[in-house]
């Protein structure tokens, strides 16, 4: 049968038939006839534009024929006997509307078409003898279609998965019809809690002018943004949210579209903000010391109440003046030049003491704790100082000082021998003392040999085990054997030992005492310590806190660490009792109920002293009391007995202020013009190995310090020697070879004609805090190595734009951190082309929050060697889900 463009070429014979020819050119409709076999005999215009095929080309051409590649809407492939026609032939029945994609080859592109298929029959036939294929292109509608459900389907997600609650009510009586997750965790409603039932019957606006306030703004404006509202929850709780609203339309209705955030831990998080400023404020203006902010300038911004008082000066006359104008002339430029010093090395606490000027002219000593105050970028912004009158201490410490001058003595300490042996316990080193244990007389007679020719045949085993040991676990402590002498004498010896490094060897540093006289000195600094303990632990102030209940019971609810150092007892055990419990004396005299009126009124109480007495405590206090809440308050108290004890003190005995010094815990020393020891305490002894002060007065100090710290040891000495005071960190080595780091404060000491003849030396062991220093560095190499090894490189990338990465990162991208700068730009450099995209898409998801999980790219080496590598990282937020920023 011959294809024929049905309309243009069968000649007019009738006006219908013309009309019908026109029709079906210009129809926007595809139409298109296929005989009994299915093949395609004539085809319109838009036949000819929807399938992108000329009447030529679609001449014969069957439903069977796979260049149609037609599929169905799933994207499954539709076999050419399901086609519409081919069903219309085989039935003899019509199809209607059948949703078809055809490939277009000229737009290389599928189109889609909804096709309707008629069969036609000859008289008096019942198999078709063709059939009537009509199609739209509804490619357009489906593609808007697509964009509709994409669009509907990205607020369905943003809807179920935003935390924060969106709910949709009905304008007219406030139905739900809608709501999500958010919504059910800031309220406890489920979704079927509410759908069907209005915000009044489920009574979730705790106050009901927030919902007229909504309302209002909604009939207003169309809109409400950044409504705060209580809500209760489904429990019965409230909760603040942060509300922005606005009208919307559904099917034809007005309705409330809403969105929520809780906001009520900031509220909260709000209130004790402000809570806690106004206890500070109330802690500052109520604390017996004076307190007042610098700012970086040098100018006073704040004072404390009793700065004013103290001083005799006026606010207006110090706020926004000069902190100098309150230092003594005489010490101002020692002052500036302290707090410039500490300004430029990083500190951040410190402490000072000078002679503050009085507006009466008079001078006073004081000492001041300051905190500096700096920015992220380590400038300073503010210093925060604490200031107490210390006039009396200070003269009663130039009492004392010039005491001491007058009945310092020796003071006895036990010998000590140290040795140093190798792993295998043969004597590399050793000093006298130690000879003197092994029963030897020189040196030479135990160089190069086992330790254990010495030890009791007992021992023996259990120190070869020790060297092992203490090779293993880097030291020993407390280890006791016996040694034994050639004439039989048996030794008691106390061991502690630790692992040296010396370049490429590792050997023993082994401390020995004869543990006789070790416990004997142990138990006279025991001795000590417990007749000077209130002194040593006395804190400046104690405080206790109470509560005053309804019933008009005062309970005790704490007392600070200071309240147990200056009492002398576990305040815990007395937190739930009344104060006439707690403290019995105090209940015939009037401080309950002064403390009682401070809780309900506020009203300050002070008293300058209130002498106490039972089986635990005496003494007399200072006590300052204030108000820290509703029905609460606390009392600071100072123990003024210590003024007389310190009196008692200067006129005790020589005896008794030589127990003082002896039991000072830092290294305590006097130091001439030469460098040599005059005087140590027990502790400055101890730190130094000897068991005499004649021990160390054989030497010069120098000599115990090690050698790559002497010339700075040296220069501190001679600034003091010059009227400087100075400090210094440096490692030093005992007689028996213990080796620790030392903090040394010195002064010049001066003679009554002002001559400065030696200085006084204050040291403290601070070998810990250098260890633990140590054991930081080596746990960032470690991470360093374990990173190299594991050829594993991490990063860090933070909002402000800065890049940190680790040294394996550089290695595994072949670059050098010196020469290369990790940013945006360069980043994407070292990235595949290919995998650009990949890469910008997955950064994108994790700085979204998105875990994107682990993926796999590739960079070029330097060299143009492609690398493959496995990536993944995770976005780090704050408490509030604000981003910080990105690691992997």
Known sequence: MAVKRVGTRTPQRKVTRGMSSALFDTMSQGVVYQDTEGGITAANPSAERILGLTLDQMTGRTSMDPRWRAIRENGSDFPGNEHPAMVALRTGKQVNDVMMGVFHPKEGEYRWILVNAVPEFDSGKKRPLRVLVTFTDVTDRKRAEEALRASEDKFSKAFRVSPDSININRMSDGLFLEANEGFTTLTG????????????????????????????????????????????????????????????????????????????????????????????????????????????????????????????????????????????REDRLRIMEFYEQRTLDGTIDCRCEFLARMKTGRSVWVEQVTRIIRNEAGSVVQYWNVVRDITERKQIEEALHKSEEKYRALIETTDTGYVIIDDEGKVLDANQEYVRLTGRKNLVDILNHSVLEWTAGSDRTRNAEAVRQCMAQGFIRDFEIEYIHDDGTRVPIQIDATVMKTGSRTNILTLCRDITEHRQAEEMRRESNARVHAIVDGAPFGAHSYELHSDGRLIFSGGNRSADRVLGMDHSLLIGKTIEEAFPPLATTSVPNAYRHVAVTGERYEADQVDYEDDRIRGAFEIHAFQTGINRMTVFFRDITERKRAELALKESEGRLRTIIETEPECVKVVDRDGRVLEMNAAGLAMLEADTLGEVQQRVLLEFILPEHRAAFRALHERVMNGEGGTLEFEAMGLKGTR?????????????????????????????????????????????????????????????????????????????????????????????????????????????????????????????????????????????????????
């Open 740 to 888: 620790r780091w030392l903090e040394t404060h010195a002064a010049p000491m001066r003679s009554a004609t002002g001559e400065i003849t030696r200085l006084l030396g204050v040291s403290r062991d601070i070998t810990e805090r250098k260890r633990a220093e140590e054991a930081m560095r080596e746990k960032e190499h470690l991470l360093s190595e374990s990173q190299r090894i594991a050829h594993i490189g991490s990063w860090k990338f933070e909002m402000n734009g800065t890049n940190l990465w680790t040294d394996e990162t550089y290695r595994i991208y072949g670059v050098s951190p010196d020469s290369f700068i990790p940013t945006a730009e360069s980043f994407f450099a070292l990235i595949h082309p290919d995998d650009r995209n990949v890469m910008r898409d997955w950064i994108e998801k994790c700085a979204s929050g998105n875990n994107p999980g682990e993926f796999d790219f590739r960079t070029i080496l330097p060299d143009g060697t492609i690398r493959c590598l496995s990536g993944q990282g995770e976005l780090i937020c704050d408490g509030e889900k604000k981003p910080l920023y990105m690691t992997g």
């Open 189 to 328: 409603y489920t979704k079927e809690d509410v759908l069907g039932r209005t915000s009044l019957e489920i009574n979730i606006w705790a106050h009901s002018e927030d919902r007229q306030r909504l309302m209002n703004g909604l009939q207003k404006d169309g809109e409400v943004a950044n409504l705060e509202a209580s809500f209760r929850s489904k429990d019965g709780s409230t909760r603040t949210g942060l509300m922005s609203a606005r009208i919307i339309n559904v099917n034809g209705e007005q309705c409330i579209l809403s969105i929520t955030r809780d906001i009520t831990e900031r509220k909260q998080v709000e209130w004790a903000l402000r809570h806690s400023e106004e206890r500070y404020r109330n802690l500052v203006e109520n604390i017996s010391e004076i307190f007042f902010i610098v700012d970086h300038r040098g100018k006073i911004v704040y004072g404390s109440p009793n700065l004013f008082s103290s001083t005799g000066y006026e606010e207006g006359e110090l706020i926004g003046k000069s902190y100098v104008g309150l230092v003594a």
